[in-house]
Nanobody
Framework: QVQLVESGGGLVQAGGSLRLSCAASGRTFSDYAMGWFRQAPGKERELVCAISWSGRDARYADSVKGRFTISRDNAKNTVYLQMNSLKPEDTAVYYC????????????????WGQGTPVTVSS
């Protein structure tokens, strides 16, 4: 399995931006599609976005389309989540995930999870 460590979470005002990073180690990073989930207090974990192993394909939850961008750098074994125009409803713990699958199927059987990084958006 690949080991994942997130960073970049924090407190931001509504309308602001944050960039999350997820560094991978262990297995070959480019073997995996990567994604970001989030879990808000009292809610179930939800898939925010995912990106293919090559970086050419991506998918987003409707709630973040046009505001969030996922990208990856296979040379650095890192995946990023650029979050713009943040809203209070984006407040959650964000988890990085790796899965050997196609983007359209991402999230069905995650191989590895990060420990999570909290994001708080104040109004």
């Amino acid at each position: 399995q690949v080991q994942l460590v997130e960073s970049g979470g924090g407190l931001v005002q509504a309308g602001g931006s944050l960039r999350l990073s997820c560094a991978a180690s262990g297995r070959t990073f480019s073997d995996y599609a990567m994604g970001w989930f989030r879990q808000a207090p009292g809610k179930e974990r939800e898939l925010v976005c995912a990106i293919s192993w090559s970086g050419r394909d991506a998918r987003y939850a409707d709630s973040v389309k046009g505001r969030f961008t996922i990208s990856r750098d296979n040379a650095k074994n890192t995946v990023y989540l650029q979050m713009n125009s943040l809203k209070p409803e984006d407040t959650a713990v964000y988890y990085c995930a790796a899965e050997r699958t196609v983007v359209a199927m991402f999230g069905i059987s995650v191989d590895s999870w990060g420990q999570g990084t909290p994001v708080t958006v104040s109004s």
